[in-house]
């Protein structure tokens, strides 16, 4: 079965230093999205992406967000400066379709990546 | 805006017991409503979905309906298994590109 893969598992950084987190989505997805989930809180959307474009993105994807899909395979998200509060697990996701007039967007999920700012 | 509220964990059953778990929510247009559960150390798999109101979703056991009614999608199984143990979250996906996801519920089943 198709699948989304992510790395590194787990990231151990120090504050203010740059992160890159990677993704390979399913291979034929046209719509990638990020997500993360605080320890112990809801899993929060971060950015959705479609077409080489950001789709939407919510509050908490500032100016030291970004992603990239610098190929025809990889999806990235960028954390320029990580802060503490940066720490949680993050999953990338992929889907077919953005769910259109029923809003059934099917999304497959990575195992995530863990990430502890020190 | 759209939310999902689910209900607070953790639960531990025994084997064969019963498990539903609460899941309501509130949007403005007309949701697709979600489970997805999450085995220790894997990503997030999609357990059932529901498009429309009354809607039933099933999967390995596990049934939701969709109650527009009472803006519900509870989660249920009949007879848990050990390999049921993960943490399931309830999530509503509207028009738009993102989906909205409850807390999370750990289950845990014992033996």
């Known amino acids: 079965e198709p699948e989304v893969t992510q790395t590194p598992s787990h990231q151990v950084t120090q504050m203010g230093q740059e992160v890159i987190l990677r993704c390979v989505p399913i291979s034929n997805h046209l719509y990638f999205y990020w997500y993360r989930q605080i320890l112990g809180q809801k899993v929060e959307f971060l950015v959705s992406f479609y077409n080489n474009e950001i789709s939407e993105k919510s509050e908490i994807f500032d100016d030291q967000f970004s992603v990239e899909r610098p190929d025809g395979s990889n999806f990235t998200l960028k954390i320029r400066s990580t802060k503490l509060e940066d720490s949680a697990m993050y999953f990338c996701?992929?889907?077919?379709?953005?769910?259109?007039?029923?809003?059934?967007?099917?999304?497959?999920f990575g195992a995530g990546s863990r990430l502890t700012v020190l | 805006g759209d939310s999902v509220t689910q209900m607070e964990g953790p639960v531990t059953l025994s084997e064969e017991a019963f498990l539903t778990i609460n899941c309501t929510y509130t949007?403005?247009?007309?949701?697709?409503l979600f489970w997805y559960v999450q085995y220790p150390g894997e990503g997030l798999q999609l357990l059932l979905k529901?498009?429309?109101?009354?809607d039933k979703g099933s999967n390995k056991g596990f049934e939701a309906t969709y109650r527009k009614e009472t803006t519900s999608f509870h989660l249920e199984k009949g007879s848990v298994q050990v390999s049921d143990s993960a943490v399931y979250f309830c999530?509503?996906?509207?028009?738009?590109?993102?989906?909205?996801f409850g807390a999370g519920t750990t289950v845990t089943v014992r033996a």
């Open positions: 529901a498009t429309k109101a009354d």
């Open positions: 999530a509503l996906g509207s028009n738009d590109y993102k989906l909205s």
């Open positions: 949007a403005t247009g007309y949701p697709s």
């Open positions: 996701a992929s889907s077919s379709n953005s769910g259109g007039i029923s809003g059934a967007n099917v999304l497959t």
